[in-house]
């Protein structure tokens, strides 16, 4: 199964309380909310989409299947956008 | 005849037949030596303010554009090196850019944006956005009410001492003369002619302003009137970023220097239906600013 990571070429800069991420790649930007930005700073090519779910169920006191579908979501956004790569499944 | 007028090594030859126009911006400035009348008329005419007596400070590079039996050859850089010929037409934009291009890469630690610039007593305000979004309408309105003169295409700025810098090209506005269009038809916006605004060669700003405000233009012609909302930081820094007029980007600084602007300065969104309605807007807003400070 594979673990999303961050695309090596993204660029990220802190603003304020959000994040900016730029990929060269589609020469796109984003800003991330808190929620977006939760789940980009867990794929780090170390977990798979349900330990990323998982996680963020313990954080949030819910179970992860309430939330797999905003996180498979979101993480195939950034695929699109080509800020990550690997989608988990 | 004696000499190369790429290189200026006859200087006798190339003056009398190839005509230098200075341009200059800040501590820099760019030769355009044209050997087309027709063609420095047109430059003259586009970088109006811009324009020196003489060379002044370091000089950014050279261009020369030479007639020749293909249409223009123009030549760009620091021995106006590269060269390409370009229809008769063409040839004036080509030079306007490339000495554009110039100036950038000399002081390529500025943020560019493409941006309307204008400044209510000593503070500057931006207006960013796309070619037809209004930025020299509405800075020509802002002027008749008063405001200095800076940019109605090019924002330069300095993001970490929050300061944008004149860079006073001509400035020329659209005119509408009754063409049906349809309110998103982008395209048909940008295709209607340009005439030059007068304006006061007093009205000219010269010297670095801080940054009061960025307006990011949304021309919705159907509407009934200005709708303003703050733009988040992060919305700004995208904005800004889609807005950017830099030649070889570091994007990695260049977030950092938008995302220190976007931290430090009040950032808008600004839809409106006319360019008098939404001057009259930025007007009282930066009127009420200046009374509070």
């Excluded at chain 1, 867990?42 to 819910?62: N, P, Y």
């Excluded at chain 2, 790429?6 to 911006?25: K, L, N, S, Y």
């Excluded at chain 2, 209510?120 to 979004?133: E, H, T």
């Excluded at chain 2, 360019?275 to 600013?289: G, L, Q, R, S, Y």
Aim: charged share 25%.
């Amino acid at each position: 199964m594979q673990r999303p990571r961050h695309a090596a070429d993204v660029v990220t800069s802190e603003v304020l309380d959000e994040l900016v991420a730029y990929a060269p790649a589609s020469s796109q930007a984003v800003s991330l909310n808190a929620s977006a930005r939760a789940i980009w700073e867990l794929c780090d090519g170390t977990r798979t989409l349900d330990e990323i779910c998982g996680e963020l169920a313990e954080e949030a006191g819910v179970a992860p299947e309430v939330l797999r579908g905003d996180v498979t979501s979101a993480i195939d956004r950034f695929r699109e956008l080509g800020l990550v790569v690997g989608d988990g499944r | 005849m004696a000499g190369d007028p790429t290189t200026g090594d006859d200087r006798t030859v190339v003056d009398q037949r190839f005509e230098a126009i200075h341009v200059g911006f800040g501590p820099h400035h760019v030769v355009i030596r044209s050997g087309a009348p027709a063609l420095s008329e047109d430059l003259r005419g586009a970088f109006g303010p811009m324009l020196a007596d003489g060379p002044v400070g370091i000089e950014a590079g050279t261009i020369v554009a030479v007639p020749d039996a293909d249409g223009v050859r123009v030549g760009s850089g620091a021995d106006a090196a590269t060269t390409r010929v370009v229809d008769s037409d063409w040839a004036p934009r080509e030079a306007y850019h490339e000495a554009i291009k110039l100036l950038m890469r000399a002081r390529a630690e500025l943020v560019w944006l493409h941006a309307g610039v204008a400044a209510w007593q000593d503070q500057a305000c931006l207006f960013v956005g796309p070619s037809g979004q209004g930025k020299s309408t509405l800075v020509a309105a802002l002027l008749d009410r008063g405001w200095s003169y800076f940019s109605d295409e090019i924002g330069a700025i300095d993001a970490a001492a929050g300061c944008v810098h004149p860079f006073p090209l001509a400035p020329r506005r659209r005119v509408h003369e009754g063409a049906l269009l349809a309110q998103d038809d982008l395209a048909a916006i940008r295709r209607l002619p340009k005439v030059d605004v007068d304006f006061a060669p007093e009205a000219i700003g010269r010297e670095p302003r801080p940054v009061a405000g960025i307006y990011f233009l949304d021309f919705d012609p159907g509407s009934d009137g200005v709708r303003e909302r703050t733009a988040t930081p992060a919305e700004s820094v995208l904005a800004m970023l889609g807005n950017s007029l830099a030649l070889e980007p570091d994007r990695k600084r260049e977030i950092a220097s938008l995302a220190q602007l976007a931290g430090r300065v009040p950032c808008r969104r600004l839809a409106y239906p006319g360019a008098d309605i939404a001057a009259a807007w930025v007007h009282e807003a930066a009127v009420a600013t200046s009374q509070t400070r």
